[in-house]
């Protein structure tokens, strides 16, 4: 593992990271909207966004947060794929893949200064907090998804925050455990648990060194905020797929799509894919 002061220039890491830009790159290209949100020493920290139709809610999907969580990174990448979005259209979107390029360059959970981005809510020396925070102003979102994983976990969980509705997270732990198992633990990181789902107190949380991104969403951006955390100890393949089944969850929770379910609205959707012109 690389050191955070001491960036290579080259190796499996960059080379990584390279691929994240560029998959950001094609997603701009099918129709997305590329802001820079700010800069982590030279690599800037993207967000892709497609608005809403009218009526439809808008959420934010956020992936490596932490740089040695790379999951987070592929399933938010993955959920830009002009299929996925088809299958939620209409929907407003706010994807930022990488929150941490600099961490996820070195392999390392901090940036570059070592600062645990997701607990550094309201420091003011931390680059890629300062950005999220100039572009979250005055921002809310229907649910924000928060891709996480746990090195130590032997499974899938999540937290789980909702104010006004009903919690989803036993939905989505349904779903996941068909492909990746759960942590069946009745008490993870100081929470009680069950069946993978933690709820947490977002005035309680324990033995943190600052607030966190978590707080600071369920208090002013969103009424439903949800963290997988994925096992990494499990392939990528896997880890992925419990991600983006606690998306898909979640949009249908929030945002049931017409087209979803029937013949009739596969195949459309399958034509507009198919089509030279398809996709927005
Ligand atoms: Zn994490």
Known sequence: MSSASGVPRTGPHLVALRQVYAAIDQAAATGLN???LGHAGSWPIMALSRPAAPGRPTVLVTGGTHGDEPAGVAAALACLAPEFQERWRGLGWHVIPCVNPAGYLAGTRGNAQGADINWSYERDDVPEVRALRDWLVGRRFAFVLDFHEDWESP???LYEMRRGGAPVGQQVTDRVRAVCPLNAAETIEGWPARRGVLT????????????????AMIRHHTDHLVVPETPTSLDLDTRVRAHLLTLEVLAAVHAPS???????GRLRAAARAASPQGGP
């Open 200 to 215: 947490p107190d977002p005035a309680a949380e324990p033995g943190r060194p600052g607030v966190g991104i978590p707080v």
């Open 34 to 36: 590329l802001h820079v």
């Open 155 to 157: 499974g899938y969980y």
């Open 258 to 264: 017409p087209s979803r379910g029937t013949r009739a």
